[in-house]
Each structure stands twice: as C-alpha cells, then as structure tokens.
C-alpha cells in the first residue's frame, strides 16, 4: 500500500524492511523526470539514484528518524536544518541505513547551501541529496509521485492477473508445461525460471512486452535439471 506519512511513528519502526524481492515503486532516477521536481539538481549522492521510491513523507521536526520508512523520498522546507549543521552527517547516516530514497531540501528560504560534511557523508552512502526550487510544491510532488507509483502498481496487478488467466486457460484445455512456457514467452519481457517440485514458472524480471527473440522460459525439476525451454 501507498501512502503518505508525515511524521506519524509506526509499529516496529526500529526494523526496516528487509527480504522484499521487488519492491513497487519508481526509482528516483525516473522520479526527477516528472513536472512537479522541474529545477531540482542532485547536490550528492549521485550513486543512489536508482534507489526506489514508494513513499513520501514530509520533515517538520529535526528528529526525523523515528518516523521514516524504506523507500520514501523525504521532502524539507529546511527550516528543521537550520542551527543544527554538525548533527546533519549523523542524520544522513541514520536516514540511509533506514532505505530512505532520498533526500528533498527546498534551497533558499530558510538555507542557502548545505554543509559539505553532510554532502560528503551523502556521498560515501549513497544518498541522495536533491535541492529543491524555492516555487516547488510539496502537494503537487505528493500528488504527482504517487498518482505515478500507483499507475505502475495498477499495470503490474493487471499483468499478473493476465498471465494467471492464461496459464489456468492452457491447464484447464489440457496443456502441459511446454504451451505454458510459450505463453510466457508471449507475456513476459524477461526471462522467468520456476524451479520446484511442481515445475512452478516465476518470472525474474518486470512485466512488458518484447520481441519473442529476445525472451526465453526455463522450467526445473527439484533435482535441478531442465525440463522445459521455451523462447
């Protein structure tokens, strides 16, 4: 699920999430394309930038930490920043560990330039940091953001369900393993490999289409061996 947080703690805050196989999101890469970030520039942390964003979360308060969670782009006026520059590398630290996306510091107003001891900790972990025009609108990024992450969600349900449908279809109508990895190959835009006792299919990478050229299906049995390619 979606959402926005602004500065409300979370059960279990003190564990980020760990294990996800794909988490559902934009990076941040795509993310600085959109309208709403027009005029941002990447002050640091240059190497995050395909970190994924899911979330977003406005910061109000210096202590911010507490009420973080992975993958949200973080969005600051930054008057938090202000009188309190030799705690801010710390915080970069801190926020990084939790699987924050990045960082959206809104230039001008309240803060001029950011210390370089936070720039360079951005750096070294590989978080972004991003300043943000003063005419920025933290309500149009928050609508435009999700409105995104949303869309994508909707199409990789909507996949899903279609190669749920068709798999079933090819079972009901007596097809074996052979038809179901030609069908993939037709669904998936990347190759998918199933290992299991049941000859179970997984695809590995994102949902789309693709020449057929350019996909194949592999199926393992519980021993390891090959069963069924297709491409």
């Known amino acids: 699920m979606v959402n926005v947080a602004k500065n409300e703690p979370f059960p279990g ?35 995050g930038l395909d970190r994924i964003v899911s979330r977003l979360n406005v910061m109000e308060v210096p202590d911010i930490v507490p009420w973080v ?23 970069v630290r801190q926020l990084a560990d939790r699987g924050l996306a990045g960082i959206g510091v809104k230039m001008g107003r309240y803060l ?3 210390p370089a001891a936070m720039l360079a900790e951005a750096d070294r972990a590989g978080l972004p940091l ?4 003063d ?18 969600q909707a199409a990789v349900l909507s ?4 190669v749920h449908r068709a798999l079933v279809d090819i079972v009901l109508t007596g097809g074996g393993l052979d038809m179901q990895c030609a069908e993939l190959v037709g669904i998936l835009s990347g190759a998918a490999i199933g290992p299991g006792t049941h000859g179970r299919v997984a695809p590995r990478r994102g949902l789309g289409r693709a020449p057929a050229a350019a996909l194949a299906v592999v199926v393992f049995g519980s021993a390891g061996r090959r069963r069924v390619q297709a491409r």
Do not use: K, W
Request: hydrophobic fraction near 45%.
């Open 159 to 162: 996949r899903a369900e279609e």
């Open 112 to 114: 001029d330039e950011l």
């Open 13 to 47: 805050h003190d564990l980020p999430e760990t294990g996800a196989v794909a988490i559902p999101g934009l990076s941040l890469r795509v993310v600085l394309e959109m309208d709403c970030l027009r005029g941002a520039t990447v002050l640091a942390g240059h190497d």
């Open 69 to 91: 969670r992975p993958h949200e782009l973080l969005l600051t006026t930054g008057y938090p920043l202000r009188g309190v520059g030799d705690t801010l590398p710390a915080l």
């Open 135 to 152: 005419g920025v609108g933290f309500a149009d990024v928050i609508n435009q953001v999700l409105s995104a992450v949303l869309h994508r």
């Open 130 to 133: 991003l300043a943000l025009p």
